[in-house]
T-cell receptor, first 113, second 110 residues
Framework: EPEVTQTPSHQVTQMGQEVILRCVPI?????FYWYRQILGQKVEFLVS????????KSEIFDDQFSVERPDGSNFTLKIRSTKLEDSAMYFC???????????FGDGTRLSIL | GESVGLHLPTLSVQEGDNSIINCAYS??????FIWYKQESGKGPQFIID?????DKRQGQRVTVLLNKTVKHLSLQIAATQPGDSAVYFC?????????FGAGTTVTVRA
């Protein structure tokens, strides 16, 4: 069964450094998403992406965040200057359409020191 | 504010019994709902979905019920197994995003 894959599984970064989280969505999906989950809390929406542009973003997704689909298979989340409060699990998801189930990867644990 | 929520944060169930997990939502315009299961160290895993034109949908050992009158969603798991131990989230979709509830932790007792 096709899966969403994310790399790395764990990223440790110094505060203020840039970090790029990578995702390979399911191949025939057209909609892509990033979510985050702070330890012990619920999953929070960050951004959705379709047709090479952002469809919607939350207030968490400020100017420090950006997304890109650099080629036909990868979908990336960049945090330009990381803060301690960016420490969380970051999940990528994809779906065939905006009104069909989103399928999630197993996440990248981001630890900011 | 939070638009989707679960009634109980934890549920302990005897192996073989049925489990019922509840969820309340506040956005009456929501028309599509999904239940996810999250095991430790993993991402949310799709279990079952339901659209607002239905009030019941069944899958393998799972049933989702939707009561639009009181804005309530439930997930029933038949013959609960140890592998069902996880955190369960309901989510509503709208505007290209999912809004998750806080989750219910299900623990299956042997």
């Amino acid at each position: 069964e096709p899966e969403v894959t994310q790399t790395p599984s764990h990223q440790v970064t110094q505060m203020g450094q840039e970090v790029i989280l990578r995702c390979v969505p399911i191949s025939n999906h057209l909609y892509f998403y990033w979510y985050r989950q702070i330890l012990g809390q619920k999953v929070e929406f960050l951004v959705s992406f379709y047709n090479n542009e952002i469809s919607e973003k939350s207030e968490i997704f400020d100017d420090q965040f950006s997304v890109e689909r650099p080629d036909g298979s990868n979908f990336t989340l960049k945090i330009r200057s990381t803060k301690l409060e960016d420490s969380a699990m970051y999940f990528c998801a994809s779906s065939k359409s905006s009104n069909q189930p989103q399928h999630f990867g197993d996440g990248t644990r981001l630890s900011i020191l | 504010g939070e638009s989707v929520g679960l009634h109980l944060p934890t549920l302990s169930v005897q192996e073989g019994d049925n489990s019922i997990i509840n969820c309340a939502y506040s956005n009456s315009a929501s028309d599509y709902f999904i239940w996810y299961k999250q095991e430790s160290g993993k991402g949310p895993q799709f279990i079952i979905d339901i659209r607002s034109n239905m009030d019941k949908r069944q899958g393998q050992r799972v049933t989702v019920l939707l009561n639009k009158t009181v804005k309530h969603l439930s997930l029933q798991i038949a013959a609960t197994q140890p592998g069902d131990s996880a955190v369960y989230f309901c989510a509503e979709t709208g505007d290209y995003k999912l809004s998750f509830g806080a989750g219910t932790t299900v623990t299956v007792r042997a």
